[in-house]
């Protein structure tokens, strides 16, 4: 099963500063979607970038995707220590399902 | 009101044992899932359940059993619990056809001792 696989493991940024996380993966999809998962929380849903779009904004979000180079970015401007969490990229193929990375862990400081 | 929930949220067992996780939705949704996260975080889909027919099942030892009674549950069965099924296990839902968007329940931690 294909996966998405964030690039940095681990990120730490002061307040104010920008977050950037990567994700690559390997086949194709139909639609890329970024999750949040608080300490010792369920998954919570950030934002879909489809396969045909290159650039979504949402909020201090931007995603882009770039299908030729099998990858999307997630960048998180002017972080707050709120935003301290582990943020996992997941394709959606085949209708049903979506394969997860390991997460890249954000850790924001005041 | 809990849009997905999990029982129990914490399970500690002994090696050999058999255990139950309960999972229920009430978005209406026609899909559920399970996912099992380990202890480095990783999140693999175990299973998904389209209006209460198996439709994924991932390479998972045959020890666990999916039901889904009705559209709004799906429950996970584990017979002779190993020490390497202690993960944290989380069900999820979404509308196929719809925003694609999956719900995740709190998860249940489980502990093989």
């Known amino acids: 099963s294909q996966q998405g696989e964030e690039d940095p493991q681990a990120l730490s940024i002061q307040e104010g500063e920008n977050a950037t996380m990567n994700c690559s993966y390997k086949?194709?999809?139909?639609?890329l979607q970024w999750y949040r998962q608080n300490s010792g929380r369920g998954l919570v849903h950030l934002i879909l970038?489809?396969?045909?779009?290159r650039e979504k904004h949402s909020g201090r979000l931007r995603v882009t995707l770039d299908t030729s180079k099998k990858s999307s970015s997630l960048l998180i401007t002017a972080s707050r220590a709120a935003d301290t969490a582990s943020y996992f990229c997941?394709?959606?193929?085949?209708?049903?399902?979506?394969?997860f990375g390991k997460g890249t862990s954000l850790l924001v400081t005041p | 009101d809990t849009a997905v929930s999990q029982t129990p949220k914490y399970l500690v067992t002994q090696m050999g044992n058999d255990k139950s996780i309960k999972c229920e939705q009430n978005?209406?949704?026609?899909?559920m899932y399970w996912y099992k996260q380990d202890s480095k975080k990783f999140l693999k889909i175990m299973f998904s359940?389209?209006?209460?027919?198996?439709?994924i099942n991932e390479t998972v030892p045959n020890r666990f059993s999916p039901k889904s009674p009705d559209k709004a549950h799906l429950n996970l069965h584990i017979n002779s619990l190993e020490l390497g099924d202690s993960a944290v296990y989380f069900c999820?839902?979404?509308?196929?056809?719809?925003?694609?968007?999956?719900?995740f329940g709190p998860g249940t931690r489980l502990t093989v001792t």
């Open positions: 999820a839902s979404s509308q196929v056809g719809g925003t694609y968007e999956q719900y």
């Open positions: 086949t194709s999809i139909n639609n």
């Open positions: 970038i489809r396969s045909n779009e």
């Open positions: 997941a394709v959606f193929f085949l209708g049903y399902a979506l394969n």
């Open positions: 978005l209406g949704h026609d899909t």
């Open positions: 359940y389209n209006n209460k027919e198996l439709i």
